[in-house]
């Protein structure tokens, strides 16, 4: 069974930072391509940012300048620097992993960001 294991959320003030973490639960498991998305209430899940096995890196236009996405291949974890946080950034947070065509999803990470 894979097993994605988000951590880090919480709640800060505008204009704080904040560093999600997102590990694998068994060490074995090698992933393609992850990234990270955010869903709020009532509303579809949203790509925030994504990586390659590579490090090729995208980012959607409402977080670029302000959210790094990295991986460490070798600890099988995901992690997402979220600086310059705003209001707007609150959300649920969730990774994703892709093994060949299979997604796996983490249980998702609250971040809230009070203005």
């Known amino acids: 069974q894979v097993q994605l294991v988000e951590s880090g959320g919480g709640l800060v003030q505008t204009g704080e930072s904040l560093r999600l973490s997102c590990a694998a639960a068994?060490?074995?498991?090698?992933?393609?391509?992850m990234g990270w998305y955010r869903q709020t209430p009532g509303k579809q899940r949203e790509l925030v940012a994504t990586?390659?096995?590579?490090?090729?890196?995208n980012y959607a236009d409402a977080v670029k300048g302000r959210f790094t996405i990295s991986r460490d291949n070798a600890k099988n974890t995901l992690y997402l620097q979220m600086n310059s946080l705003k209001p707007e950034d609150t959300a649920v947070y969730y990774c994703?992993?892709?093994?060949?065509?299979?997604?796996?999803w983490g249980q998702g990470t609250q971040v809230t960001v009070s203005a």
């Open positions: 994703k992993g892709v093994i060949v065509l299979t997604e796996y």
């Open positions: 068994r060490s074995t498991i090698r992933f393609g391509r």
């Open positions: 990586i390659t096995s590579g490090g090729t890196t």
